[in-house]
C-alpha cells in the first residue's frame, strides 16, 4: 500500500510530496500482495489462512478412520475457504481480461491515432504545397493585373500605328533633307575649294605683275639718269674744244 508521507511547504517553496517507499519498492509491495491475495495490512493473509485449513484437514486425515466427521468438517472448512480465495481470483482474471482488451483497444485506438497523425502530417504536407501554389498563382495574377493596367493606359493600337506612321515620313523627310544638305555642303566644299585655288591663282598673278611693275620702274628711272650723264659728258667735251 502507498503510504505517503506529510507534505510540508513553505513560502517561496513550490509543494512537494515525500513517500515511504521507493517506486520499485512500491512494485514489489504490489506483485507481493496480488500473489498472495492480500488487500490489506491487518489481519491473515488469505493464502496464509487456505494454508493452514488445508493443513488442519491433511493431518486430520493422516490421523485415522474414526475421525469421519471432523475430516469431513475440515474438508467443507477448506473448501469454503478456497472458495473465499478463488472468488478474488475470478474477480482478478476478470479484471485483467478487460485490462487486456482495454489494452488491445488501447493499442488498435493508439495505432488509429497514430495513422490519423501520419495523414494529418501528410495532409499539412499537401496543404502547405497548394498554399505555396496558390501564393505563387496569386503572385502571377497580381503581375497579369498591374501590366493589363498598364497596357489599358496605353493609347489604342490604331492610334499608335498612326503615331509611327507620322514618325517614319518625319523620319524619311529628315533623312531626305539630311541628303540635300549633304549634297549642298559637297558643293560649297567644291565652290570654295575652287574660290581658294582662283584666289591662289590671282595672288600669284598680282605679285607677278608687282614685280614686273616695279621692274619697269626701275628701268625707267635709271634711263634718265643715263641721258644726263651723257648730256653732261658733251657738255665738257664741248668745253675742251
Excluded at 498598364?150 to 529628315?174: D, F, G, N
Aim: glycine fraction near 4%; charged fraction near 35%.
Amino acid at each position: 500500500m502507498l503510504i505517503k508521507g506529510r507534505k510540508v511547504t513553505s513560502r517561496g517553496e513550490e509543494l512537494t510530496a515525500h513517500y515511504a517507499f521507493s517506486p520499485l519498492e512500491d512494485d514489489t509491495i504490489i506483485k507481493h500482495r496480488l500473489l498472495t491475495r492480500t488487500t490489506t495490512t491487518r489481519g491473515e493473509p488469505p493464502l496464509k489462512k487456505l494454508q493452514k485449513k488445508f493443513i488442519s484437514f491433511a493431518l486430520e486425515v493422516d490421523k485415522g478412520l474414526d475421525n469421519y466427521n471432523d475430516c469431513e468438517r475440515l474438508y467443507k472448512a477448506f473448501l469454503q475457504e478456497m472458495n473465499t480465495f478463488e472468488l478474488p481470483l475470478l474477480k482478478s482474471k476478470a479484471v485483467i481480461d478487460a485490462n487486456l482488451r482495454e489494452k488491445e483497444n488501447f493499442n488498435e485506438l493508439q495505432e488509429e491515432i497514430q495513422r490519423q497523425i501520419l495523414q494529418t502530417q501528410a495532409d499539412i504536407e499537401d496543404l502547405k504545397k497548394q498554399l505555396e501554389e496558390s501564393k505563387l498563382e496569386r503572385q502571377h495574377k497580381e503581375e497579369c493585373e498591374a501590366i493589363r493596367r498598364l497596357v489599358a493606359m496605353q493609347p489604342p493600337r490604331s492610334e499608335t500605328q498612326k503615331i509611327i506612321s507620322e514618325l517614319e515620313k518625319e523620319i524619311a523627310l529628315l533623312e531626305a533633307e539630311n541628303t540635300a544638305g549633304s549634297r549642298t555642303l559637297e558643293l560649297r566644299k567644291k565652290q570654295f575649294a575652287l574660290l581658294l585655288h582662283v584666289v591662289d591663282e590671282l595672288q600669284n598673278t598680282i605679285e607677278e605683275e608687282q614685280k614686273f611693275l616695279a621692274e619697269e620702274l626701275r628701268t625707267a628711272m635709271e634711263e634718265p639718269k643715263i641721258d644726263m650723264e651723257d648730256i653732261g659728258g658733251g657738255s665738257e667735251a664741248m668745253a675742251v674744244d
